[in-house]
């Protein structure tokens, strides 16, 4: 099983409302990522947790806030968004961060619009 | 800083025409390379993948891959498309051990009934 799922699929919020995105799996991976894909564009990395640890911060403003309270689960909170972060938000998890052989397993992504 | 260019933007063809794909990346040291597909409305599913080894490569849904290191290149491959391979194709590659992905701007390709 390969499965990484993510709530809510779609998600409107205004500049000023504070949100949460969660993403789970249970495949016992111990590295989790948030990346954000804007329309016609690649994914882009924004956060890598490796052991419940924050590891890599890809210059992410503050008004995005990641957190992993246990090895399944990741969250992506929201606070004072622009217009300009709607986007695909896709979570990700590999086996072992550090592993030469990891491979990242996507979830289906939360469809963020920010009014 | 690495980094992945897909040299199609898009591409069109008919139903059984052959597919390939190109993909060349910017990182001299070890790296690992992917293909991921997304489907129209679909989430990222990974192809195939090349770690070391054989550099032709056998993914799924009939797609190969052949890593030419000297060219630096890892282009997608399949013989007769289908009309349900209408999809966006991403190459993707990371240095091994580290598991920043670096993603290509990816192919749409649309296959015509």
């Known amino acids: 099983d390969t499965e990484v799922t993510q709530t809510p699929k779609h998600l409107v919020m205004g500049m000023t409302n504070k949100k949460s995105l969660k993403c789970e799996q249970h495949m016992g991976h111990r590295a989790m990522y948030w990346y954000k894909q804007k329309a016609k564009k690649p994914p882009e990395l924004m956060f890598v947790?490796?052991?419940?640890?924050?590891?890599i911060n890809e210059s992410v403003p503050s008004r995005f806030s990641p957190e992993c309270p246990n090895s399944s689960l990741l969250n992506l909170h929201l606070h004072a968004l622009q217009p300009e972060d709607s986007a695909l938000y896709l979570c990700?998890?590999?086996?072992?961060?550090?592993?030469?052989?990891?491979?990242?397993?996507f979830g289906p992504g939360t469809r963020l619009t920010v009014l | 800083a690495q980094s992945v260019s897909q040299h199609n933007h898009h591409v069109i063809l008919s139903e059984a025409a052959s597919l390939e794909l190109g993909c060349n990346y910017s990182y001299g040291g070890t790296v690992n390379l992917f293909w991921y597909v997304q489907y129209p409305g679909q989430h990222l599913q990974l192809l195939l993948k090349?770690?070391?080894?054989?550099?032709l490569v056998k993914g799924i849904k009939g797609f190969e891959a052949e890593f030419i290191k000297s060219k630096f290149s890892f282009n997608l491959r399949k013989p007769s498309v289908q009309w349900s391979d209408t999809a966006e194709y991403f190459c993707?590659?990371?240095?091994?051990?580290?598991?920043?992905?670096?993603f290509g701007g990816g192919t749409r390709v649309l296959v015509k009934p």
């Open positions: 990700a998890s590999s086996q072992n961060r550090d592993s030469h052989t990891d491979t990242q397993y």
């Open positions: 090349y770690f070391s080894g054989d550099p």
């Open positions: 947790y490796s052991y419940e640890k924050l590891s």
């Open positions: 993707a590659v990371n240095r091994a051990a580290g598991n920043k992905l670096t």
